[in-house]
Nanobody, 126 residues
């Protein structure tokens, strides 16, 4: 069973920054789509950012464009989410996701991912 591991969440003031990290011990995802999703209390899980297997194509929720950046380091089998200018509404549990097979182009929907992490809490305070 592949388990993705997120880290980097925490409490930050509005306007601050955090960097989330997702590792995948035991399995390489160098040619798989990767994504970050989030879920706030009482809301549906939503896409935050995703990138396809090549890393050349990225997708962002409108609410985070210009503030968040997704990136990957295949040598470290790691995906990052750099979050800047954080807002109160960014408060949520953030989940890392990975696709089980390579070269897929559909990466922005949660149902296109087979592997998920446990989530890391991000809380933005005023």
């Amino acid at each position: 069973q592949v388990q993705l591991v997120e880290s980097g969440g925490g409490l930050v003031q509005a306007g601050g920054s955090l960097r989330l990290t997702c590792t995948a011990p035991g399995r390489a995802f160098s040619r798989s789509g990767r994504g970050w999703f989030r879920q706030a209390p009482g809301k549906e899980r939503e896409l935050v950012a995703a990138l396809d297997w090549s890393g050349d194509n990225t997708y962002y929720a409108d609410s985070v464009k210009g503030r968040f950046t997704i990136s990957r380091d295949n040598a470290k089998n790691t995906v990052y989410l750099q979050m800047n200018s954080l807002k109160l509404e960014d408060t949520a549990v953030y989940y890392c996701a990975a696709q089980s097979s390579s070269f897929r182009t559909r990466v922005s929907a949660a149902d296109s991912y087979e592997y998920w992490g446990q989530g890391t809490q991000v809380t933005v305070s005023s």
